[in-house]
T-cell receptor
Framework: EDKVVQSPLSLVVHEGDTVTLNCSYE??????LLWYKQEKKAPTFLFML??SGIEKKSGRLSSILDKKELFSILNITATQTGDSAIYLC???????????WGAGTKLIIKP | KAGVTQTPRYLIKTRGQQVTLSCSPI?????VSWYQQTPGQGLQFLFE???????NKGNFPGRFSGRQFSNSRSEMNVSTLELGDSALYLC????????????FGPGTRLTVL
């Protein structure tokens, strides 16, 4: 059965810290891995990763995929209170086009 | 470009009633997915429609159904509501045949009393 596991489930850090969020997966016919940020309502798209070892970067956020070890990490440097959110990871099964979602990591940034 | 819209935004129903939620995807998007989100449960996949055909279905009872129209707008229906159906229902659309980036609507908050 396809599954996506995120860790940690929750994390509390201070402003300015660097955090690393993990997403491991076992998905048939992997096609892509996506990261989303959910603050109050709808998740918003962050990154899509399809190739191993290629870092995607957007400001203080970056992500990389390891297709051999079946995981991805999301890094946030110099965290700010506005980074407080639930970060969701989803993996696409290329056989049935279905997205399998992890439970999310709840990140709290303290001032 | 307008985003994904969902109506209504909030809904209060009583047990046993039925409800219909609506989702209008971003113009040009042909894939629409529906999710249920409850505290501590994360996103639970309900179903996905592509060009009016249900392409995937999650593990929900038959009380949950959906459809997609020729203009890609989608509706989901829940019959014989139960207390446990109280949740945020999210709709997401994407423009490709494959998922890739899904764009989410603001959700419909359903409360069942």
């Amino acid at each position: 059965e396809d599954k996506v596991v995120q860790s940690p489930l929750s994390l509390v850090v201070h402003e300015g810290d660097t955090v690393t969020l993990n997403c491991s997966y076992e998905v048939t016919n992997f096609r892509s891995l996506l990261w989303y940020k959910q603050e109050k309502k709808a998740p918003t798209f962050l990154f899509m990763l399809t190739s191993s070892g290629i870092e995607k970067k957007s400001g203080r956020l970056s992500s990389i995929l390891d297709k051999k070890e079946l995981f991805s990490i999301l890094n946030i440097t110099a965290t700010q209170t506005g980074d407080s959110a639930i970060y969701l990871c989803a993996v696409e099964n290329g056989s049935n086009y279905q997205l399998i979602w992890g439970a999310g990591t709840k990140l709290i940034i303290k001032p | 470009k307008a985003g994904v819209t969902q109506t209504p935004r909030y809904l209060i129903k009583t047990r046993g009633q039925q409800v219909t939620l609506s989702c209008s995807p971003i113009s040009g998007h042909r894939s629409v997915s529906w999710y249920q989100q409850t505290p501590g449960q994360g996103l639970q996949f309900l179903f996905e429609y592509f060009s009016e055909t249900q392409r995937n279905k999650g593990n929900f009872p038959g009380r949950f159904s959906g459809r997609q129209f020729s203009n890609s707008r989608s509706e989901m229906n829940v019959s014989t509501l139960e207390l446990g159906d109280s949740a945020l229902y999210l709709c997401a659309s994407s423009w490709k045949e494959y998922y890739n980036e899904q764009f989410f609507g603001p959700g419909t908050r359903l409360t069942v009393l």
